[in-house]
């Protein structure tokens, strides 16, 4: 990544723990939510060092676009200030350990995949997954249960692992590493407008919210 956009790449300039999280603190967090809802940049946003806004929207505008209120930016604020944006950035910098083909591979072998599924499935964590280096199961959900929840019978969750056993988790896993390409790929279609109606589903405990 960093050979192809350069050291203000935005995954590249949210490697090192604390630092993006100090640069929106010097701008606030009410600055850093308007500046990203607001944008209208394509392409993946770019930050110089020590220039956060001006990096990622300089044109930040002073009143609202008319689908946010100063209500609904406040209320964003006040769950932001509570909880910071490291979770967020976390998520990007978990991107790095899939790269190497192969590796988180043979990390997940070594637990094999029942525990591979189980540990994903059961999670109730919030916030990006952190996978430490050699230890996968540790990393991701150190709580996994004995037992399982109501949702997920033991004959499902075989299903699923036939499957896996069959493909392996290389496929999941090259979605990561194919982010330059992916980019590339979609240039034709940076700025379209979807015209038809769309509804878009989360869910509460979605564990990348």
Do not use: H
């Amino acid at each position: 990544m960093r050979a192809a956009f350069g050291d203000d790449y935005y995954i590249c300039r949210f490697q090192e723990p604390g630092k993006m999280e100090a640069e929106m603190a010097e701008v606030g967090t009410e600055y850093v939510l308007k500046n990203i809802l607001t944008t209208r940049k394509t392409g993946p946003p770019i930050f110089p060092k020590g220039e956060y806004g001006a990096g990622f929207n300089p044109d930040t505008p002073d009143t609202l676009p008319s689908w946010l209120t100063e209500d609904g930016l406040a209320y964003c604020v006040s769950k932001f200030e509570k909880t910071g944006f490291t979770g967020g950035l976390n998520y990007y910098r978990n991107f790095n350990l899939f790269q190497e083909p192969g590796k988180m591979e043979a990390e997940m072998a070594e637990v094999g995949t029942a525990y591979v599924l189980k540990n994903i499935l059961t999670t109730r964590q919030t916030g990006p997954p952190i996978f430490p280096k050699g230890e996968y199961g540790t990393g991701f959900n150190p709580d996994t249960p004995d037992t399982l929840p109501s949702w997920l019978t033991e004959d499902d969750l075989a299903y699923y692992v036939s499957k896996f056993e069959k493909t392996g988790f290389t496929g999941g896993l090259n979605y990561y590493r194919n982010f330059n390409l992916n980019w590339e790929l979609t240039a034709p279609w940076s700025g379209f407008k979807i015209q038809v109606p769309v509804k878009f589903i989360t869910v509460r405990n979605n564990e990348l919210e």
